[in-house]
């Protein structure tokens, strides 16, 4: 199986010529290859874009589709309807080709044959054409096309410009993708992801002990402070009669802080932690209490939470709207979605979306899976 990808304002000859530096391994410029021309149903275009995902195939896979818009009225002369067909180029391994063919060949019977691809005459007055030899090659064809003898370009096949389709094996695409993400980078995002998930308990334990050394600072001072509030209490009711007034501590002197007892003792209630002995005690301002989360009742205080903003996305274009109505119209009339390229109008929005640059079929596949 393959691994399908559409590359824009591209020929099949620049990426012929760029495809060692596009792909690497994947491509074997000595391997034979071959250009073949396929008539299929417009309908199926779609599925002719993607035929390489379901085919197995060891080289790259080109192909570009061409309209006949100039050269139209040739077709004609030969009694063949410009309408009813989409014509394909595939560049593709002279080994390939019987896999690739195979399944059209044996379950819808294809038709093999050969045509001649042409220049325009210089009548038509292209504004960009140029000569090119007459190339006779290998063509297959859907049974309810008819035969085509002469097919006209108004430049060589490998330069028509537009979208390129590339299939690429699946298995060597999938390890040059590997390679290309080492190159990148791509496999460290699992790491970086890693770091943005990880747990509080498996953040460094640097700051762990930073944090528990202020915590303790903070108790013991907390502490020595009660304890200094409980002692100077208990000294006013011992002496009711004479109260003594601390000095401010850039105001004693010398005696005053010789007579003050260096140490002071309260017994603590049972299963409290006797707090050390400290310097003098001198009574502070009661420190700021910061408030924490009650674990116990599960509290905790309301953080205001970052406003959301709703990304507003893309208005449709008026081709969009128009495409999903008539999808949705035909729906709703009861049209199956294989026969909905039938309509007429269908090639006439998909012309139009196409000079728009929309994309008509993955808005399809959405709404058809809707229904």
Avoid at 10 to 23: C, F, N, V, Y
Avoid at 154 to 162: A, E, K, L, Q, R
Avoid at 233 to 243: G, M, Q, V, Y
Avoid at 354 to 364: D, I, R, Y
Wanted: aromatic content about 6%; hydrophobic content about 40%.
């Amino acid at each position: 199986m393959g691994i399908t990808a559409m590359i824009p304002d591209m020929t099949i000859g620049q990426l012929k010529s760029e495809a060692e530096t596009r792909w690497g391994e994947i491509w074997d410029h000595h391997a034979s290859r071959m250009t073949v021309l396929l008539m299929c149903p417009r309908k199926e275009r779609k599925l002719m874009e993607l035929h390489g995902d379901m085919i197995e195939h060891g080289q790259p896979v080109i192909t570009s589709f061409h309209r006949p818009r100039a050269g139209a009225q040739l077709l004609e002369d030969q009694g063949f309807d410009p309408k009813s067909a989409s014509f394909q180029f595939v560049d593709i391994a002279s080994s390939d080709l019987g896999p690739w063919m195979q399944h059209l060949v044996t379950n819808e019977g294809w038709l093999r044959g050969s045509i001649e691809v042409m220049p325009l005459p210089y009548s038509i007055d292209h504004p960009s054409q140029r000569a090119f030899e007459n190339q006779r090659m290998m063509c297959f064809r859907h049974p309810s096309i008819a035969t085509l003898e002469r097919y006209f370009l108004p430049f060589p096949h490998n330069d028509i410009p537009g979208k390129c389709f590339v299939s690429l094996p699946r298995r060597q695409a999938a390890e040059l993708a590997r390679q290309q993400a080492e190159v990148l980078g791509v496999g460290r995002l699992e790491k970086k992801s890693t770091v943005s998930e990880a747990k509080p308990e498996e953040m460094p334990e640097v700051a762990a002990p930073k944090e528990t050394e202020s915590m303790d600072a903070m108790m013991d001072a907390f502490s020595t402070d009660l304890i200094a509030g409980i002692a100077a209490e208990s000294n006013a009711s011992a002496t009711p009669e004479s109260s003594v007034e601390l000095p401010v501590a850039s105001e004693k002197s010398n005696d005053e802080s010789a007579a003050e007892p260096e140490h002071v003792f309260v017994p603590l209630p049972p299963g409290a932690q006797q707090a050390k002995p400290s310097a003098p005690v001198i009574p502070s301002p009661e420190p700021e209490v910061i408030s924490e989360p009650d674990t116990a009742t599960g509290e905790h205080e309301n953080v205001p939470m970052p406003e959301i903003v709703e990304e507003v996305g893309e208005p449709m274009s008026d081709i969009e709207v128009e495409f999903r109505e008539l999808v949705n119209g035909l729906l709703a009339a009861g049209v199956d979605p294989t026969e909905m390229m039938d309509d007429p109008r269908w090639e006439d929005i998909n012309e139009r979306a196409t000079a728009v640059g929309f994309e008509t079929w993955p808005v399809f596949l959405e709404l058809a899976t809707m229904e």
